[in-house]
């Protein structure tokens, strides 16, 4: 069974510091990765997505991820983030042939002016 | 351009009351999903249907049940309420297995 894990629950960063959200994932075949982000009290938003191709994908925002296989990663950074980033964010994995998203349980991120 | 719209946003049940959450969504996707949320546990998949009149369970499916009788609407069904059924739910639809998900605001049920 594939399985998504955040490995921190909540981040607190200062505005323009650097952060990086970790997401790590298991699975016995090839997947597609996802971050969705969600902001108080509204429902999710895809933020950027692997499938193929170059590993290193790029939000319209200022976020990137990488997918790295050898480590099963797909770590959510951003060089300088803004009060505006405060929300909760998910990673999630679909095995390729599969019909359904499997995610993480979300990694709280708060920014302190 | 609506999106996904839930109704209602709130409710609050009584054990072994039933409701019907509505979701419809008006961008002529196949793919239509019920997730529930609770704190610290990420989103589960209740129930997931790839066209109408197609349906199947998700990770987490007792005590819900769906219908799929057009492609726009995706009614979420709970027969006989309970405290453990307290969530928010949240509806999407997509037009494939690898493309976006787009997710209504929510419905947030209490069971007391």
């Known amino acids: 069974a594939q399985s998504v894990t955040q490995l921190d629950s909540q981040v607190p960063v200062f505005e323009e510091a650097p952060v990086e959200l970790r997401c790590n994932y298991s699975?016995?075949?090839?997947?597609?990765l996802f971050w969705y982000v969600q902001y108080p009290n509204q429902g999710l938003q895809l933020l950027l997505k692997?499938?193929?191709?170059?590993?290193l994908v790029e939000s319209i925002n200022g976020f990137e991820a990488e997918f790295n296989k050898s480590q099963t990663s797909f770590h959510l950074r951003k060089p300088s983030v803004h009060i505006s980033d405060t929300a909760e964010y998910f990673c999630?994995?679909?095995?390729?042939?599969?019909?359904?998203?499997?995610f993480g349980q979300g990694t709280r991120l708060t920014i302190n002016p | 351009n609506a999106g996904v719209t839930q109704t209602p946003k709130f409710r609050i049940l009584k054990i072994g009351q039933s409701m019907t959450l509505q979701c419809t969504q008006d961008?002529?996707?196949?793919?239509m999903y019920w997730y529930r949320q609770d704190p610290g546990m990420g989103l589960k998949l209740i129930y997931y249907?790839?066209?109408?009149?197609?349906?199947d369970k998700g990770e987490v499916p007792n005590g819900y049940n769906v219908s799929r009788s057009t492609t726009e609407d995706f009614p979420l069904r709970l027969e006989l309420a309970a405290p453990s059924q307290t969530s928010v739910y949240f509806c999407?639809?997509?037009?494939?297995?690898?493309?976006?998900?787009?997710f209504g605001p929510g419905t947030r049920l209490t069971v007391l």
């Open positions: 699975s016995s075949v090839s997947v597609y």
């Open positions: 249907s790839v066209g109408a009149g197609i349906t």
């Open positions: 692997y499938l193929s191709g170059s590993t």
């Open positions: 961008m002529n996707h196949n793919y």
């Open positions: 999407a639809s997509g037009s494939g297995i690898t493309d976006t998900q787009y």
């Open positions: 999630a994995v679909i095995p390729v042939g599969a019909q359904k998203l499997v």
